[in-house]
């Protein structure tokens, strides 16, 4: 007698019980790969819907500001308007002073017996006509016109007689004086 042992059927369910688990092993893969690809489809989808919402979003924004660059325009053509009414006050203002100036120095530099009779002034030369006693006084008149800085070299243009003895003279002169903060014209 012979003692016969049989392992077939043992290897074969341990072969079963090993496809099973490879089977099983392989279906939970497959299920976890499609639940990470489903989850990574939704969220690409998320983040697209939510890209796309944006750029709406910044379309609109595009449009409204397209709507508003007329204005936009508009407000700058106002405010240049507005820098070139500036800049002229800024000039008058600084032209005021400077006027004062002038005939501050005018009445400082004035002789004794010589008065002023017209005083025009045509951009930066002043011309003047005026009444002295006598030539002497006319001479001393220039004299003191040319000292003076705010002007550049009185030119006498014209003396006559008068009928009183007086003499009538004009002159012409450059202005000189600056003010400190006066732009270049």
């Given amino acids: 007698m012979s003692i016969e042992i049989n392992l077939l059927p043992w290897r074969e369910q341990l072969r079963r019980r090993r496809a099973r688990r490879f089977y099983r092993t392989l279906v939970m893969s497959v299920c976890l790969t499609a639940t990470v690809c489903g989850g990574m489809a939704i969220h690409y989808r998320q983040a697209v819907s939510a890209q796309e919402r944006r750029n709406l979003l910044i379309e609109a924004r595009i449009q409204r500001l397209g709507r508003d660059m007329p204005s936009i325009d508009a407000l700058k053509t106002d405010r240049?308007?507005?820098q070139a009414e500036v800049d002229a006050l800024t000039h008058l203002q600084f032209r005021r002073p400077r006027s004062v100036r002038v005939m501050n120095q005018l009445v400082m530099t004035l002789q004794e017996g010589?008065?002023?009779?017209?005083?025009?002034r045509r951009g930066q030369t002043l011309h003047i006509v005026g009444l002295a006693r006598d030539n002497a006084r006319?001479?001393?008149?220039?004299?003191?016109?040319?000292?003076?800085p705010a002007f550049d070299s009185p030119v006498l243009t014209e003396v006559e007689s008068d009928i009183d003895g007086q003499r009538r003279f004009e002159l012409k002169m450059n202005q000189a004086?600056?003010?400190?903060?006066?732009?270049?014209?």
């Fill in 138 to 148: 006319v001479s001393e008149q220039l004299s003191a016109l040319g000292m003076s």
């Fill in 114 to 120: 010589v008065h002023y009779r017209h005083v025009s």
């Fill in 80 to 82: 240049q308007r507005i």
């Fill in 177 to 185: 004086m600056r003010t400190f903060h006066e732009p270049e014209s």
